[in-house]
């Protein structure tokens, strides 16, 4: 808890990428298996709020994506409602004031806007300044997972990295 801790203090506060970390803290929850079979059909309702709130939904979509691709893999056949459920959930990302704009915005931000990628430094790559308490937490995340690699999903580690 402390070597968590000591990465996110500087980091958040009352800032809107705060949203976005219990968002995606929640979605990896919803992606564990058993929780995924009850609940998948409240994934689009949880991108549409996502969507209003944070421009940081995109990686909620890319997440989903992923798992449902390497579960689709490692099981070797096409999971069509988890496929159908990613879908709506695009879908309803879309559901916003700005419809399909706000996915151009965020994909334009990702992409050629180097103005707020080189002034916000949250935006700025890893490896632009040394955080000890990063990298001492990445450490102990591999090192323990790899301790117990069995018990974790594919999926996950491809997240993971």
């Known amino acids: 808890m402390l070597m968590g801790w000591s990465v996110f203090w500087p980091r958040g506060g009352v800032r809107p990428q705060v949203e976005t970390w219990v968002f995606l803290a929640i979605l990896l929850r919803l992606l564990e298996t058993k929780t995924w079979l009850k609940w998948k059909w409240t994934f689009p309702l949880f991108m549409f709020f996502w969507a209003n709130l944070h421009g940081g939904f995109a990686i909620g979509v890319v997440v989903v994506a992923v ?8 099981a070797r056949k096409i999971w069509g409602k988890d496929i159908g459920v990613w ?28 103005f707020l990628r080189t002034t916000v430094a949250e935006w700025g790559p890893f490896y632009a ?10 450490i102990f995340v591999v090192v323990v997972g790899w301790r117990h690699k069995k ?3 594919v999926w996950r580690w491809v997240i993971f990295w």
């Open 87 to 114: 879908i709506v959930g695009l879908l309803a990302t879309l559901l916003n004031p700005y419809g399909i704009r706000l996915w151009q915005e965020v994909l334009g931000q990702m992409g050629t806007s180097g």
């Open 67 to 74: 798992a449902i691709g390497v579960k689709t893999l490692e």
């Open 151 to 153: 018990k974790i999903e």
């Open 129 to 138: 300044s040394v955080d000890w308490g990063f990298w001492a937490l990445a």
